[in-house]
């Protein structure tokens, strides 16, 4: 949903959709590079099932930049281009923004930031709040809706990461599922030192 965005946003900063934009397109442009990175690695060193999923998703997203930038450009001009596109770059940046609300669902439910980490909540917050800014000194609500949005959800993640920092790794399902520590790790240090089980342990 990042690298649609980045496509998405860096097509609608471009001067013949949207003028006196240009920071956009450069900066998301830098963002859709960056993104096709990390997804073509998670394509090469993820397990078949998944990168099904994935190739299937990242041909998704090519599909629809790819159905905008056209429309745009050859069917529509003016006003109308720069709605079809300030409103598909809006969808899928809210969209973005959104697909933590289940990683913070995960930390009220295990009361643990164990999978939120800080960095990434804070520039999700600072990216957010610099955009809508931003988007306010140029009055473009294309910019400055969905990265309110942003700003609002970056907001929630951190008073979440310090209502619970100090409980990191300490709830989360895979914690709850191991087995108590007491006899299990004493049985095994006792088989490495001797390679012998003990009698009561013997079958």
Request: glycine residues 10%.
């Amino acid at each position: 949903m990042t690298l649609l965005n980045c496509l998405l946003s860096a097509w609608y900063g471009l001067p013949f959709v949207s003028k006196n934009n240009i920071l956009v397109s450069t900066i998301n442009g830098t963002g859709a590079v960056i993104e096709s990175v990390y997804v073509l690695i998670f394509i090469i060193y993820a397990p078949k099932k998944e990168k099904a999923r994935i190739m299937a998703l990242f041909a998704f997203v090519l599909t629809v930049f790819s159905a905008v930038a056209l429309i745009s450009l050859f069917a529509l001009h003016g006003n109308g281009r720069k709605l079809l596109c300030g409103l598909a770059a809006t969808i899928f940046s809210i969209i973005m923004y959104a697909s933590p609300l289940s990683i913070m669902r995960l930390v009220i439910k295990t009361k643990s930031v164990e999978f939120m980490p800080f960095f990434l909540s804070l520039f999700v917050f600072l990216c957010g709040t610099s955009w809508f800014i931003y988007g306010l000194l140029g009055r473009d609500a294309f910019i400055t809706v969905p990265n309110g949005f942003g700003c609002g959800l970056g907001t929630m993640q951190l008073i979440l990461y310090f209502i619970y920092r100090d409980n990191k790794g300490l709830s989360s399902p895979e914690m709850k599922k191991q087995p108590p520590g007491n006899g299990t790790v004493e049985l095994g240090a006792e088989k490495q030192g001797n390679g012998k089980v003990p009698q009561d342990e013997q079958v």
